[in-house]
């Protein structure tokens, strides 16, 4: 089973950008697809954006063209970049390993896959 670290998040004005990391443990983490959630305080927890083990990528439509997600596989790193951040962005991100072999089940049940532990964004002026 994949372990997951989360780094990067912080406070940044409107309009800023952030990093997310993602770093996995283990031999397994070229094979397995990751996922980047957020959750606001009183909200559910939804996909944001996730990469495939291929590097086929996916975002929701208000990330598009602002995110973008990519993967090293030699580094077992994940990241997230975010530009033109705005308030709504403001959540905790997590990222999760799903293998592939059940990569859209996992998608969408949260006690499949191993989470990392989450990492704050606020954006604020």
């Known amino acids: 089973q994949v372990q997951l670290v989360e780094s990067g998040g912080g406070l940044v004005q409107p309009g800023g950008s952030l990093t997310l990391s993602c770093v996995g443990s283990?031999?397994?983490?070229?094979?397995?697809?990751i996922a980047w959630y957020r959750q606001a305080p009183g909200k559910t927890r939804d996909v944001v954006a996730r990469v495939s083990s291929d590097g086929s990528t996916d975002y929701i439509d208000s990330v598009k063209g602002r995110f973008g997600i990519s993967r090293d596989n030699a580094k077992n790193t994940v990241l997230l970049q975010m530009n033109s951040l705005k308030p709504e962005d403001t959540a905790v991100y997590y990222c999760?390993?799903?293998?592939?072999?059940?990569?859209?089940?996992?998608?969408?049940?949260?006690?499949?896959?191993?989470w990392g532990q989450g990492t704050q964004v606020t954006v604020s002026s």
């Open positions: 283990g031999t397994t983490f070229s094979r397995n697809g």
């Open positions: 999760k390993a799903c293998p592939m072999v059940i990569w859209e089940i996992c998608i969408g049940n949260d006690r499949l896959g191993s």
